[in-house]
DNA sequence: TTTAGGACGGGTTGGGTGAA
DNA sequence: TTCACCCAACCCGTCCTAAA
């Protein structure tokens, strides 16, 4: 079964999950921002950039330190890592567990402050991107790398705090009877002005309505160069000037008909493609499939996922373990499977609005060239 | 009449603090 | 150490009003 869109898929689930809100709609409007949410992360997980992702960390403005915004999910160079092998029991796996074990196997701590995150809960709910320690310049966070018999294999790794890219979800739906949508833009703006003061790399216009971009180096002077084709130059340099500040932003929205069509973008739609530097499109095919193979009617195989959506949307919900962050163990693993399994099909669910003429290939290659900089050189 | 904008309810996570 | 609690920031959907 397919529903021919992202509103009527909307509607199924206030029937079938969210009957007992009191308002199912929003409810349901919420769930599906958050699956997004999901659906993002773990392209990301199955594009190799786990331990590279921090969620919900505060970007400073660029040259602006004072204004900083909470970004959903940022990608940062890794400063050092190691592996860890801890006993598994029935109870939780919390941050001063790991960080006593760092310390027994002299993994340097000065200049860290401890968190309290758990990375698993003791009802088997796992930390996605778990902070166990920052500092000044960095956070050290930790995963679950394998389970093997009786040992969990952890890897910690340290973040530098500056990012290279920063990812934002959005969505935005329908009202009952009314054909255009929320009569608003300003979430639309609200991501604009985050993606347009985040990076060095700044946009503006000409006269005739080009964009161009901006970069200023530590004496001053700057670059001014047509922004699609800079960026590009940016991206694949060495130029130390060029990379030291800048931030690849991507937004990622769904469709809901009112948001976008191919021919007629809507204000809301054209505000983010011109303020991100990638803006991609969940497609509603994209959304549905993922809702009905793994959540509304599951092969036997997928049912953790099910279960652990059900059971943090329900009257009787204890604690959320279907977020970006909070997530039950199983259904981690299984969604990981399922993307690695998928990874053609869930690529092929995201259209890009921006840059026009690129795909998808070329963001996930720029990714990987931004990862795989001399970061300790370019920052230090 | 249509569209833009303001306000707000009800959610989420992050992060800090202090008591148990 | 753990937990409850609070605030900040952000998100989604809805309703109402003012401007075009």
């Known amino acids: 079964m397919s529903y021919e869109s992202v509103d009527k898929l909307q509607k199924a689930l206030v029937e079938n999950v969210f009957h007992y809100a009191k308002d199912s709609k929003k409810a349901a409007g919420r769930a599906l921002g958050t699956l997004v949410e999901i659906i993002t992360y773990y392209l990301l997980k199955t594009w190799d950039f786990n331990n590279y ?12 330190p004072e204004i900083s915004h909470n970004v959903e999910y940022s990608l940062h160079p890794i400063i050092r890592s190691t ?40 009802e088997g709910i796992l930390r996605n991107a778990c902070a166990i320690a920052e500092s000044k310049n960095s956070f050290l966070l930790c995963s679950i790398k394998s389970q093997k ?33 929320p009569q608003t833009i300003e979430k639309a703006k609200q991501g604009a002005y985050v993606a347009r003061t985040a990076s060095s790399l700044q946009k503006i216009r000409t006269e005739s309505g080009e964009m161009y971009g901006i970069i200023y180096k530590s004496d001053n002077t700057f670059y001014i160069k047509p922004y699609t084709e800079f960026m590009e130059e940016i991206i694949f340099s060495n130029n130390t000037e060029l990379l030291r500040r800048f931030i690849m932003t991507i937004g990622v929205v769904s469709n809901h008909g009112n948001w976008f069509t ?21 497609s509603d095919k994209g959304l549905s499939e993922f809702i009905d193979k793994l959540i509304m009617n ?33 259904a981690d693993r299984i969604l990981l499977d399922y993307f690695s399994i998928n990874k053609k099909k869930i690529e092929s669910w ?3 609005i921006s840059p026009k003429k690129k795909h998808l ?12 900089k001399n970061w300790k050189e370019i920052l230090k």
């Open 53 to 64: 992702i921090s969620i919900e960390k505060g970007l400073k403005e660029y040259g602006n």
């Open 83 to 122: 592996d860890l092998l801890i006993n598994k029991t029935e109870k939780s796996i919390t941050a001063s567990q790991i960080l006593k074990e760092l310390n027994n196997q002299n993994f340097s701590l000065s200049g860290l402050s401890r968190k309290t995150n758990n990375l698993l809960s003791k």
């Open 149 to 181: 018999g009786p040992n969990i294999e952890l890897c910690v790794y340290e973040q530098n705090s500056k990012p290279f890219a920063v990812f934002e979800c959005k969505r935005v739906g329908v009202e009952e009877g009314i054909s255009k949508g």
């Open 262 to 282: 191919s021919e007629n973008q809507n204000k809301e739609m054209k505000v983010l493609a011109q303020s991100y530097d990638w803006l991609l499109f969940l």
């Open 298 to 330: 599951p092969k036997r195989i997928h049912l953790p996922i099910r279960d652990a959506f059900i059971s943090s949307y329900s009257e009787k919900k204890v604690k959320n373990q279907f977020t970006k962050v909070q997530m039950n163990l199983d």
């Open 350 to 352: 995201f259209n890009v």
């Open 361 to 372: 290939s070329e963001l996930k290659s720029e990714l990987n060239e931004l990862k795989n």
